[in-house]
């Protein structure tokens, strides 16, 4: 220790050599990489990945234009250009390609393994100085495991399969990045303190850049320098004074970043509207979630079963569901035995404090989706857990007497770590395709309106009409106010030629949400289908001053027009559709037969001939040719 600053100083005699510093790393970037490969077959799901990376232009590539919609977006909320980059160089390498962006997560998980290796280390060493010195070996042991412990937890799989959360392994590389150059700060020399911190500074922007649920980091660090690095007393009334008051200003440096980031996280979830009102989401159920969450993210940590892509919110969520109490339960006796005992055993407030701090802005206090939990808040919430299995590891060789105690305690840790591997690998082939995804949700939850929706979509895409309504009944069973389940039941009895019943499930859904220009566009269709022109005509223009940049409803009602005779107003809405989408064939072909039957023969070949042209071109595209260039 420096007499001077108090930090632990790392010399050259205590460095450690190259076999006993890389030997870990090696293997815990092995049994990751192992761990986790069924990702690479798994495909895009439908469950964000569509409308982020297959649907959604705006990433592909990494000129100016994207990169400028990468830093400005809010795209389905969140905001998050340097993960929004890595997106966009995996579209210049791979195209859409799953296996390559997949890849690109693994990779970014297995460095953060790593890192979390080198972390634990540290901690370590800080916890039992000179033990670096005495027995390197356990040292690395209790590391290794922490990391493993960390990476190869079932709960890691949905950040690092799921493509749309490349978010969670983006934000949490600088995350764990800031927490190492900060931990070298501390100890380290006077005159590399200040560049260590700047380090920390920005590896700490760069993982808001990546996500920002990274903005409690103040909170950690002022746990952090209450232990292990003992900076600050565990009474926080002795903080405000000299010269705990320079460690406060320190943080001044990262909470400026962390208030920014979360204003803009705010503005993001308000923009795509996900932020529920405390109407509809009561006080009491926040606080029941909270409650709930973070003792079923404790039990799933010590128990990971039963793990599950959604945990939807039920409809009608109560403080005293068997289900919320127990998760409460945890949350409360964890709380209180560490408090307990926080004198005796320090580690454990800590550990508790740091997984609180993490998890506070996906708690559900301010709440943003349908989730009650996710596997992917733990992703770095529960780090400090997998620090303390090693330290557990590390203590029990260390202090052992008997050979026999240390290889017992070695055996268990490769049982855990070997048990982990096994369970990650299975989880990941939940991630396989949509149709496993959802099917894997309701078998775990039969009552997940969500899960019963998004397989009926799945189904409905692949041919299977009957199943497809079963889900979409079942759904509207369990929430019978979703428009777009009854929507989408709609088009399906109308494929069906049920047109009775997909005229009252449109209507359902245009009573439940009057702003659903979809619903109207479809009334109008099933309308126009059957004879009832003035119908048709009345839907589609309620579509169009809800929607009114979309050609297909401008089309539908010229062609509703056209039929009632009233040929200059359906000319007027097929040229307004053609200028809208300038290479919608259907468009043009409809305002040709309708300029036709005005007896603007010259004005109709003209769309005629265009319509050509762009057939031709899609053609071209769709050639064996350029299919293989692709």
Request: with cysteine; aromatic share 12%; charged share 15%.
């Amino acid at each position: 220790m420096s007499p001077k600053n108090g930090r632990m100083r790392v010399t050259s005699a205590t460095r450690p050599g190259f076999c006993n510093q890389w030997i870990g790393p090696i293997v815990i970037l092995t049994v990751t990489l192992l761990s986790f490969g069924p990702i690479l077959r798994n495909q895009f799901v439908d469950w964000d990945d569509y409308e982020n990376l297959i649907s959604n232009t705006h990433y592909r590539g990494l000129g100016w234009p994207q990169l400028s919609w990468m830093f400005t977006t809010f795209h389905m909320g969140p905001y998050q250009p340097l993960s929004w980059v890595t997106l966009g160089l995996d579209y210049l390498i791979w195209g859409t390609n799953p296996t390559g962006y997949h890849l690109t997560s693994l990779l970014f998980h297995a460095a953060n393994a790593v890192f979390s290796y080198f972390i634990s280390r540290r901690m370590l060493e800080i916890v039992w100085p000179g033990t670096l010195s005495q027995t390197p070996w356990k040292l690395s042991a209790g590391a290794a495991f922490a990391a493993l412990f960390f990476s190869i937890h079932p709960l890691r799989v949905e950040s690092v399969a799921w493509a749309t959360e490349r978010r969670d392994v983006v934000s949490g590389f600088f995350f764990l990045a800031t927490v190492y150059c900060y931990l070298r700060a501390n100890s380290s020399a006077q005159s590399e303190f200040r560049r260590w911190l700047a380090a920390a500074l920005a590896c700490y922007v760069l993982s808001l850049l990546g996500k920002a649920t990274a903005m409690t980091l103040p909170g950690v660090l002022l746990i952090l320098d209450v232990f292990p690095l003992r900076r600050l007393d565990g009474d926080p009334r002795t903080w405000w004074t000299s010269p705990s008051s320079g460690v406060l200003r320190e943080k001044l440096l990262f909470a400026l970043p962390a208030i920014l980031f979360a204003i803009v996280a705010f503005l993001g979830q308000q923009h795509v509207s996900a932020m529920r009102s405390l109407e509809s989401f009561g006080f009491e159920s926040r606080v029941a979630q909270a409650l709930f969450a973070a003792g079923f993210y404790s039990w799933k940590t010590i128990l990971p079963a039963d793990l599950s892509p959604l945990y939807e919110i039920p409809p009608n969520l109560s403080f005293w569901d068997p289900m919320i109490l127990a998760g409460a339960a945890v949350t409360v006796a964890i709380s209180v035995a560490v408090y307990v005992f926080r004198r005796r055993w320090p580690a454990g407030l800590a550990c508790w404090a740091y997984s609180l701090a993490m998890l506070t802005p996906v708690l559900g206090i301010v709440s943003t989706g349908p989730q009650l939990a996710a596997d992917r808040y733990t992703y770095l919430s529960f780090l400090s857990w997998a620090v303390l299995a090693g330290a557990g590891l590390f203590f029990m060789t260390q202090c052992a007497a008997r050979v026999r105690t240390i290889i017992t305690a070695y055996l268990t840790a490769t049982v855990i770590v070997m048990v982990f591997s096994l369970l990650t690998w299975h989880q990941t082939m939940v991630w396989r395709d949509t149709g496993t995804l959802w099917s894997h949700v309701l078998k775990l939850n039969p009552d997940s309106s969500i899960a019963h929706y998004n397989l009926a979509r799945f189904l409905a895409s692949h041919g299977e009409r009957d199943r497809a309504m079963t889900h979409y009944r079942k759904a509207l069973s369990i929430r019978p106010n979703d428009a777009e389940a009854h929507n989408n039941l709609g088009l399906l009895l109308a494929l069906n030629g049920q047109t009775g019943e997909s005229l009252k499930e449109f209507q359902a859904a245009v009573q439940i949400d009057p702003g659903y220009a979809k619903a109207f566009f479809n009334l109008g269709r099933v309308y126009a289908l059957s004879g009832e022109l003035e119908k048709a005509a009345e839907n589609y223009q309620q579509a169009i001053k809800l929607n009114p940049n979309e050609a297909e409803i401008r089309l539908g009602l010229g062609n509703a027009l056209a039929r009632q005779g009233l040929l200059e107003a359906a000319a007027a809405q097929l040229e307004r559709a053609t200028k809208l989408q300038p290479d919608f064939v259907d468009a043009r072909v409809a305002w040709a037969r309708v300029l036709e039957a005005q007896g603007k023969k010259i004005e109709a070949e003209r769309q005629y001939e265009e319509a050509l042209q762009l057939l031709k071109a899609r053609r071209a595209l769709v050639s064996p040719k350029s299919a293989a260039i692709q």
